[in-house]
């Protein structure tokens, strides 16, 4: 079935790099995505990638993607307070379609220290 | 980008009412929308997909008499929690998709619905 792991939580300096790495199972994925929660808030899309690709960059996001080991992460350059939020990784399964379903994984709850 | 809304944004009720939960976009027509649930420090768990005009497709485990959902315009869609229990106190979230262009990363999501049945 499709299953998606995150790690729970990381912490780190402000000014240092961030990786959040996140698993998935389904090898027909189509797209997999990277989203932002803050406290009792919903969900912002931050980046996404197409599966075909490798790695995609936008500003102090950049997202790699090892297809061969299902591994996906997100690096946020120059992390500030205002980056702390749980970040969901989030597949589009393979067989689903065009119909817009989401797999989400657990979510990576980061702490950004001054 | 565009705007999905949700109403109420969290709402308190006694053991055995219903509860409606609103979920609409605001500048784009959606014809699929999905309602999610979240637990506390948990992740999303997507509960059903609506489609407008049609039955709404439910998840395994997901009770369809327990959780109605009508679309019943491209621009609004609602959850019904039937005979609200404690234990479907959550966070629910609707999601909406617009198919207007790129169908992939077009799916935006409102900001929650808090319900705690007491």
């Known amino acids: 079935g499709e299953d998606v792991e995150q790690s729970l939580f990381l912490s780190v300096r402000e000014g240092d790099s961030s990786v959040i790495n996140c698993t998935y199972t389904d090898s027909s994925s189509t797209y997999l995505y990277w989203y932002k929660q803050e406290p009792g808030a919903g969900l912002q899309l931050l980046t996404y990638i197409f599966s075909n690709m490798d790695m995609k960059q936008d500003q102090r996001l950049t997202v790699l993607l090892n297809k061969k080991d299902k591994h996906l992460s997100l690096c946020i350059a120059d992390t500030q307070t205002g980056d702390s939020a749980i970040y969901f990784c989030a597949e589009t399964p393979g067989g689903s379609g065009n119909t817009g379903k989401l797999i989400f994984g657990q979510g990576t709850t980061l702490q950004v220290k001054p | 980008g565009a705007v999905v809304s949700q109403h109420p944004s969290w709402v308190i009720c006694k053991s055995g009412t219903s509860v409606k939960i609103e979920c609409r976009s605001l500048d784009f027509q959606a014809t699929t929308m999905f309602w999610y649930r979240q637990f506390p420090k948990q992740s999303l768990m997507l509960m059903a997909t609506?489609?407008?005009?049609?039955?709404?497709?439910?998840e395994q485990g997901v009770e369809k008499d327990k959780f109605l959902i009508n679309h019943a315009s491209l621009t609004l869609s609602t959850l019904t929690v039937t005979s609200a229990h404690p234990e479907d106190s959550s966070f629910y979230i609707c999601?909406?998709?617009?198919?207007?262009?790129?169908?992939?990363?077009?799916?935006?999501f409102g900001p929650g619905t808090r319900l705690l049945v007491l």
């Open positions: 999601s909406a998709r617009d198919q207007g262009t790129n169908q992939q990363e077009t799916q935006y």
């Open positions: 609506s489609n407008e005009g049609s039955k709404a497709t439910y």
